[in-house]
């Protein structure tokens, strides 16, 4: 199995960027489905963007065009790169890992949090 570390989490302005790392250990990133997803204050936890094993991406319509997802194999670690950053974008985002593509994510990291200030 694969254990899952994300970082790089902030406080950052409405327009800033930042880019959330998530480390893998265990098992190779790209043996598996990964993802990103976010957890507001209040909200369930939804879906942000994800990789497949052959790298093909898939966001989410509010993210779409502002955030990026990529996957380093050398490094066994997944980024999100998050530009324009909005108020809205403010959540704790987690990494995920699924075996295949539709099935359940089965690994979790622990959160890195992301507030964006009006």
């Known amino acids: 199995q694969v254990q899952l570390v994300e970082s790089g989490g902030g406080l950052v302005q409405a327009g800033d960027s930042l880019r959330l790392s998530c480390a893998a250990s265990g098992r190779p990133v790209s043996t598996y489905v990964m993802a990103w997803f976010r957890q507001a204050p209040g909200k369930e936890r939804e879906f942000v963007a994800t990789?497949?094993?052959?790298?093909?991406?898939y966001y989410d319509d509010s993210v779409k065009g502002r955030f990026t997802i990529s996957r380093d194999n050398a490094k066994n670690m997944v980024y999100l790169q998050m530009n324009s950053l909005k108020p809205e974008d403010t959540a704790v985002y987690y990494c995920?890992?699924?075996?295949?593509?539709?099935?359940?994510?089965?690994?979790w990291g622990q959160g890195t949090q992301v507030t964006v200030s009006s």
């Open positions: 995920a890992a699924a075996a295949r593509a539709g099935q359940k994510y089965d690994y």
């Open positions: 990789i497949s094993r052959s790298g093909g991406t």
